[in-house]
């Protein structure tokens, strides 16, 4: 198992739709040990395939939500159905986002409350999870890189040209930026 740099915003894998995974082999079986790792030293919560700089549709999550129960899982060539998001602004201390591929930063941002995951696991095997809340949003947020989306796509206006100057300012928003987990310190 290996620690892999994560693509930082800007880089092409980033922002293309990925492949589906054709087979699930010892090499998949690798890169899905390797996403886990990498996830777990971020630390992040969830963690797809492009954010490493691998084109594929699959995507690792891992979380323990409120009641104590552990999520942690591989989905592979996944499919989401998601609730309408809410209208409005969101709320800063409850919709709250950050991802490994714009690190350091957070923005409020509007998803969906409920989603029904869909895909396989590393044993071939297809499964369907049913989400709420936070479980729900680590899902959108993970399948939206699968599609080539970044959260900060998402963003309005305003913090848009947040995003705007921060990829100026820190020289992100153009291909080969990457970071290390455990060595470079984008996080804090």
């Not at 995974?21 to 996830?39: C, G, K, W, Y």
């Not at 350091?104 to 409920?114: I, M, P, S």
């Not at 699968?146 to 291909?175: A, C, F, H, M, S």
Request: charged letters at 30%.
């Amino acid at each position: 198992m290996a620690v892999l740099p994560i693509r930082i915003t800007g880089d092409p894998v980033l922002h293309s739709p990925a492949l589906p995974v054709e087979s699930i082999d010892d090499e998949l079986r690798a890169l899905v040990r390797d996403l886990f790792e990498t996830m777990d030293a971020a630390p992040g919560v969830g963690l797809a395939a492009p954010q490493v700089g691998v084109a594929l549709r699959l995507f690792t999550f891992g979380w323990v939500d409120e009641a104590g129960t552990r999520w942690r899982g591989v989905a592979i060539n996944p499919e989401l159905w998601i609730s309408p998001p809410p209208v409005g602004d969101p709320d800063p201390d409850e919709e709250s986002e950050g991802c490994l591929s714009f690190p350091g930063e957070r923005f409020g941002l509007r998803r969906a409350e409920r989603a029904i995951l869909r895909a396989t696991d590393l044993e071939g095997v297809r499964f369907e999870i049913e989400a709420e809340g936070w479980l729900a949003r680590i899902f959108q947020h993970e399948y939206d890189h699968l599609d080539g989306i970044l959260y900060t796509d998402r963003l309005g206006e305003r913090d848009q040209r947040i995003v705007t100057k921060i990829n100026r300012k820190l020289g992100w928003g153009q291909p080969g930026q990457q970071w290390m987990p455990g060595v470079d310190d984008l996080e804090g």
